[in-house]
């Protein structure tokens, strides 16, 4: 559903991503792993259209959209959520959730904002709270449900579980299954807990030094001989 090809990517003169050739599937779970500085939240960003782009393309259901701006991707059906600043903490539940619907109808809205509050019944009583009051963990929760509203296909999750209690880090890690099993959700997860995050998805790609260094399954990597010096930044 979601590839890039040869994509070589960083900021403006930073070059980052050399020649990442990278696949979402439909309706799975694909986790990006890696060292600290290996690329993995530039890859989505680069998917996103926040970085510059040397070479390569980004693919989307076989159409090239590697310079549509983020806006255009996002009416495409693919959201980003960066590990911070992904909901406007200012504006209270409600608002946040409507102004991630402002392009549906009105009764489109109700329907997507109904699906929302059904996969996050934790945000029903708190629709009138300032979002910046909610927990680590309610944030996250939001944020997504602000992606689902916005009709959401694809969905890119930077560190969804950083700085989360475990009980939080466990209930964004079922939430996310409960995305692909119920919803039919295609899901790219970049998370530094790799162990977890192996463990919920289909798939899984290596990045190291900005390179491809797995591709296959998750299961595949878990079971890797040489897991453990592959997950600090040895090649195989």
Known sequence: MLETHELSSGYKELHILFDVDFRAEKKRITAVVGPNGSGKSTLLKSIFGFTTIYSGRVILDGDDVTHLPPHEKTKLGIAYLPQTDNIFTEL?????????????????????????????????????????????????????????????????????????????????FERILSLRDELGLTIVLVEQNVIKALEVSDNALMLIGGKVAFSGTARELLEHEKFERFVVGYTL
Do not use: H, W
């Open 92 to 172: 209270t539940v409600r608002e946040n959730l409507v102004i991630a619907g402002y392009i549906l109808g009105e009764d489109e809205y109700a329907d997507r904002l109904e699906l929302a509050l059904n996969v996050f019944p934790e945000l029903k009583d708190k629709m009138d709270r300032k979002a910046g009051m909610l927990s680590g963990g309610e944030r996250q929760f939001l944020g997504i449900a602000s992606a689902l509203i916005r009709r959401a296909r694809v969905l890119m999750l930077d560190e969804p579980t950083a700085m989360l209690s475990p009980k939080f880090a466990s209930q964004v």
